[in-house]
T-cell receptor, first 111, second 114 residues
């Protein structure tokens, strides 16, 4: 079992839909949880990060962490075609620890 | 004013050749990384440098050698290229004290070994 599991998709939704992207993990030492967005032929860019459990909202994006279930989610409201990209979750024990990435979920938002 | 820049963007080469990929960041970060992303999109850490010192060297073949002439540059040299080295290689950097959460990535170098 990999430390971080993420369904590769693709996930195809109509414009305006609410999107839910998820990751599970096995290492209970993870404290920092991140979501990166990667457009085709580009490098990943940090979208959001949270520390420990709870929710964090930024515009149309909400990150949710449930440490008891070892489950994190990213919700996208009112999805747009420009949201079409691969979304990678990543998590870290913090300090000098390098994040471990999921394999990414490909999201397609069609007009 | 690109933050993290890599060259070349594309690299096609034959098996057995030696090649280098260059990376530069103008963000003033102390820590730089090399990641490999395979065809299944897995992003795996290869090396990490903190202020020119290697602090992590994951189990990559010793044909791969990182070199950091100064804290703004981290180059990757690959000897005796193999078919399995074909992947996208990303350079990244992060600010000291941010627990590595806010890594900034370059655009990637797509390496194809034929």
């Amino acid at each position: 079992q990999k430390e971080v599991e993420q369904d590769p998709g693709p996930l195809s939704v109509p414009e305006g839909a609410i999107v839910s992207l998820n990751c599970t993990y096995s290492n209970s030492a993870f404290q920092y949880f991140m979501w990166y967005r990667q457009y085709s032929r580009k490098g990943p860019e940090l979208l959001m990060y949270t520390y420990s459990s709870g929710n964090k909202e930024d515009g149309r994006f909400t990150a949710q962490v449930d440490k008891s279930s070892k489950y994190i989610s990213l919700f996208i409201r009112d999805s747009q075609p420009s949201d079409s990209a691969t979304y990678l979750c990543a998590m870290s024990r913090g300090g000098s620890y390098i994040p471990t990435f999921g394999r990414g979920t490909s999201l397609i938002v069609h007009p | 004013d690109t933050a993290v820049s890599q060259t070349p963007k594309y690299l096609v080469t034959q098996m057995g050749n030696d090649k280098s990929i260059k990376c530069e960041q103008n963000l003033g970060h102390d820590t730089m990384y090399w990641y490999k992303q395979d065809s299944k999109k897995f992003l795996k850490i290869m090396f990490s440098y903190n202020n020119k010192e290697l602090i992590i060297n994951e189990t990559v073949p010793n044909r791969f050698s990182p070199k950091s002439p100064d804290k703004a540059h981290l180059n990757l040299h690959i000897n005796s290229l193999e078919l399995g080295d074909s992947a996208v290689y990303f350079c990244a950097s992060s600010h000291p004290g941010t627990v590595n959460t806010e890594a900034f990535f370059g655009q990637g170098t797509r390496l194809t070994v034929v």
